[in-house]
């Protein structure tokens, strides 16, 4: 019911503006942290749109998550200058170290991992944001750190 009352209220922040969903879901995003699969069907109807239509769109904007990420948020770059410098490896280890793939979150919550496509750092690849800091030069070593303090 929290999470209806919440959409209802983002809804009529957003009432009468043209275009409304993208803003919706970033709204219904910010104040959750991902967009919760109930409020689907209430955007949907709100917006007269298909609840495929309003799933379509969340699954096409990589910056929704549809589940709640973990406490540390790792999102490795997976461009072509960082996949030169070792990038490719050190998303295997992650994903072996973690025991999850892209767009995942590690069972107890911690970690949530994710692909980005350059972040402007490719002369110190392999680069990665870390819960939204820029970090080069990342090594699997550096991996298992920020998965041990997560
Ligand atoms: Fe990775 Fe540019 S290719 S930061």
Redesign the pocket.
């Known amino acids: 019911a929290t999470v209806t009352a919440a959409v209802h209220a983002i809804l009529h922040d957003h009432a009468g503006l043209e275009g409304p969903l993208l803003p919706v879901l970033h709204a219904v995003h910010a104040r959750f942290g991902h967009i919760p699969p109930e409020a689907v069907p209430t955007i949907a109807d709100a917006l007269a749109l298909g609840r495929a239509e309003v799933h379509g769109v969340i699954s096409f904007h990589h910056e929704f998550r549809s589940t709640p990420a973990g406490r540390r948020v790792i999102r490795l770059?997976r461009?072509?200058?960082?996949?030169a410098v070792g990038?490719r490896a050190l998303a295997a280890h992650a994903r072996d170290r973690l025991g999850i793939g892209w767009n995942q979150t590690t069972e107890d919550g911690a970690v949530t991992l994710e692909a980005v496509?350059?972040?402007?750092?490719?002369a110190c690849?392999?680069?990665a944001l870390v819960d939204g800091v820029p970090v080069g030069r990342v090594t699997p070593g550096t991996l298992d750190q920020l998965v041990a303090t997560a």
């Open positions: 770059c461009a072509e200058a960082c996949q990038a496509y350059c972040l402007g750092l490719c690849g392999p680069a």
